[in-house]
């Protein structure tokens, strides 16, 4: 059966060369560029350009490529707006200090990541905000020990492999089986945590990705909350960063990398293999519908809306993987103010107000310490639960009420201070990793569908961060390296 299989790679291998060399030798002068666009058969064809998507084109700039994203602007989940010469995030905002090859990734595309500046945490709780040194005085003395408590639990399974096998070591994720089947609502409760640290803990994952304790496996809440819960003694120092116009600068600096590269408003509406073992995608530019055939193609779509796409060339059992991957949704507003109104602190986590869970000084990276002028102060609304899908039915002005509710209470007089706000909804925010998750990843890990000419990537193939989406697309680029070697 191996021997089948192998013998059918080489030949479609071979083929698609065949097949390649006479495409690239039609005559320039065919009657229309479009056609020529059509006859040409690139490496690969990336589809979407997000981090995995901008990761993947990175990776594979060197070869013959196009990335095809279908909104107007790279980034996906990471945009940007700009109002009164400051630049705001509309989605992703920050990362932990870069190591290893993501700080080499960013030294490459020329930019630098810079800490916020600290005091970065926060806590708002029955109307009062804890800010700094004092972020966790909403706890008691008894809490305050279950919240330390928690924090050595998560540290010691973080440190017991769980990072690496989600990061790194996909192929250990099955030791760490038993652990992904908890539920990490059930397991807080069990190991008795007191309810306000639960309900921190909730409205942090809410915050942080869209997803409630009860529908979080343990084994996938432990890297992030580990890494995540904030003390006073560390008040003064800052472990996270961005860049100097935000997270958006990594898109920005790549885009320069792969210019030529990549298309925006080309949306994918088809990808297939055809017999010579060629991808064939086709997608929308400017109500015009084109083609375009390469010896790989790398889907950098939410896992869903891949599925959707792929018409050929995975297994159904990979189809049915992804179609299986769901995604929580999310809200941010940017508010435009009048005067600076959070200065104490840069992220703020509120407890106790519904659908608002963070609260962010957006422009503390870029002023002096003390400015007090016009300013940026974005609201993050997350779903009460990972399935609620009424959330993003919210008219704007839901939204806007919602939000208006909560800055009032902590900034009196907030709502006629606003000069303006921009809205943001996201429909497939981050993939839900409920118990059982690691099961996915390892189908699509070990599928042998996805060794091309069709390979995947996407922060749900590692964890719903930029570097899981780097991580990802990282792979998805060496895997198709190996495939064009392989047919040589
Ligand atoms: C509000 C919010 C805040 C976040 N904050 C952080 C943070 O601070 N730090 C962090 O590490 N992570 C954060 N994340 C998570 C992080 O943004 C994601 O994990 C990461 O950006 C995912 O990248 P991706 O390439 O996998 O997917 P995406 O960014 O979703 O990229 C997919 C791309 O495919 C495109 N596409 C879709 N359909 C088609 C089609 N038919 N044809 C062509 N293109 C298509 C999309 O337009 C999109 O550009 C945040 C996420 C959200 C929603």
Same mark, same amino acid.
């Not at 990972?386 to 902590?410: E, G, I, K, S, V």
């Given at each position: 059966?191996r021997?089948?299989r192998?013998?059918w790679?080489?030949?479609?291998?071979l083929m698609?060369?065949?097949v390649?060399?006479?495409?690239v030798?039609?005559?320039?002068?065919?009657?229309d560029?479009r056609?020529?666009?059509e006859?040409r058969i690139?490496?690969?064809?990336i589809?979407?350009g997000?981090?995995?998507?901008?990761?993947?084109a990175?990776?594979?700039r060197?070869k013959?490529?196009?990335?095809?994203e279908?909104?107007?602007?790279?980034?996906?989940r990471c945009?940007?707006?700009s109002?009164?010469?400051?630049?705001?995030?509309?989605? %992703?905002?920050?990362?932990?200090?870069?190591?290893?090859?993501?700080?080499r990734?960013?030294r490459?595309?020329?930019?630098?990541?810079?800490?916020?500046?600290p005091?970065?945490d926060?806590?708002?709780?029955q109307?009062k905000?804890?800010?700094?040194?004092d972020?966790?005085?909403?706890?008691n003395e008894e809490e305050k020990r279950?919240y330390?408590?928690?924090?050595?639990?998560?540290?010691?399974l973080?440190k017991s492999?769980?990072e690496?096998?989600?990061?790194?070591?996909?192929e250990?994720?099955?030791?760490y089986?038993?652990?992904? %089947?908890?539920n990490?609502?059930?397991w807080m409760?069990?190991?008795g945590?007191?309810?306000?640290v639960?309900k921190y803990v909730?409205?942090?994952?809410?915050?942080?990705?869209g %997803?409630?304790?009860?529908?979080?496996?343990?084994f996938?809440?432990?890297?992030e909350?580990?890494f995540?819960?904030?003390?006073?003694?560390?008040a003064?120092?800052?472990?996270?960063?961005?860049?100097?116009?935000?997270?958006?600068?990594?898109v920005e600096?790549?885009?320069?990398?792969?210019e030529?590269?990549?298309?925006?408003?080309?949306?994918?509406?088809?990808?297939?293999?055809?017999?010579?073992?060629l991808a064939?995608?086709?997608?929308?530019?400017?109500?015009?519908e084109?083609?375009?055939k390469?010896?790989?193609?790398?889907m950098?779509?939410?896992?869903?809306?891949?599925?959707?796409?792929?018409?050929?060339g995975?297994?159904?059992?990979?189809r049915r993987?992804?179609?299986?991957?769901?995604y929580?949704?999310?809200?941010?507003?940017?508010?435009?103010t009048?005067?600076?109104?959070?200065e104490?602190?840069?992220?703020?986590?509120?407890v106790?107000?519904?659908?608002?869970?963070?609260?962010?000084d957006v422009?503390?990276?870029?002023v002096?310490?003390?400015?007090?002028?016009?300013s940026?102060?974005?609201?993050?609304?997350a779903?009460e639960?990972?399935?609620?899908?009424?959330?993003?039915?919210?008219?704007?002005?839901?939204?806007?009420?919602?939000?208006?509710?909560?800055?009032?209470?902590?900034f009196?007089?907030?709502?006629?201070e606003?000069?303006?706000?921009?809205i943001?909804?996201?429909?497939?925010?981050?993939?839900?990793?409920?118990?059982?998750?690691?099961?996915?990843?390892r189908?699509l890990?070990?599928?042998?569908?996805l060794?091309?000419p069709?390979?995947?990537?996407?922060?749900?193939?590692v964890?719903?961060?930029?570097?899981?989406a780097?991580?990802?697309?990282?792979?998805?680029a060496?895997?198709?390296l190996?495939?064009?070697?392989?047919?040589?």
């Open positions: 059966m021997i089948v192998q013998t790679l080489v030949l479609s291998v698609a060369f065949v390649r060399q006479i495409a030798a039609v005559p320039a002068n065919t009657k560029g056609q020529k666009e006859e690139l490496d690969a064809v589809v979407g997000g981090f995995s998507g901008l990761t993947t990175y990776k594979l060197k013959d490529i196009l990335l095809l279908k909104e107007a602007t790279l980034g996906g945009q940007s707006g109002w009164n010469g400051f630049h705001y995030p509309k989605g %992703t905002e920050y990362i932990g200090k870069p190591e290893g090859g993501m700080k990734f960013f490459r595309v020329g930019i630098k990541a810079i800490p916020v500046p005091p970065t926060g806590t708002a709780y109307g905000l804890y800010l700094g040194a972020m966790l005085g909403y706890l279950s330390y408590r928690l924090n050595r639990d998560l540290t010691r973080n492999g769980v690496d096998a989600i990061f790194w070591d996909q250990d994720l099955a030791e089986e038993a652990m992904d %089947t908890v990490l609502g059930q409760e069990r190991e945590y007191s309810p306000l639960r909730d409205v942090e994952n809410r915050g942080l990705f %997803t409630d304790n009860a529908n979080y496996s343990l996938y809440n432990v890297p909350m580990a995540n819960m904030p003390f006073e003694k560390t003064g120092i800052s472990e996270v960063y961005s860049f100097e116009h935000g997270m958006y600068s990594v600096a790549v885009a320069q990398k792969i030529g590269k990549y298309k925006t408003g080309a949306s994918v509406t088809e990808v297939k293999v055809n017999s010579e073992g064939v995608v086709r997608y929308l530019e400017n109500g015009k084109r083609k375009v390469a010896l790989t193609v790398v950098c779509t939410p896992a869903q809306v891949t599925e959707k796409i792929l018409k050929e995975i297994s159904p059992n990979a993987t992804l179609a299986g991957m769901d929580s949704k999310y809200v941010t507003i940017n508010f435009f009048k005067n600076r109104r959070l104490k602190a840069w992220a703020v986590s509120c106790d107000e519904g659908q608002v869970v963070t609260i962010y422009i503390r990276p870029q002096e310490d003390g400015y007090q002028g016009k940026i102060v974005s609201v993050y609304m779903p639960h990972a399935y609620d899908t009424a959330f993003l039915q919210q008219t704007d002005q839901q939204l806007l009420d919602n939000a208006y509710r909560t800055f009032n209470r902590y009196p007089g907030f709502e006629s606003v000069l303006g706000h921009d943001t909804r996201f429909d497939y925010a981050f993939p839900v990793f409920n118990p059982g998750y690691s099961q996915k990843v189908s890990y070990n599928d042998p569908s060794r091309g069709v390979f995947l990537a996407g922060d749900f193939m964890y719903a961060t930029v570097d899981g780097m991580i990802s697309g990282n792979r998805a060496k895997g198709v190996r495939y064009l070697r392989g047919k040589k």
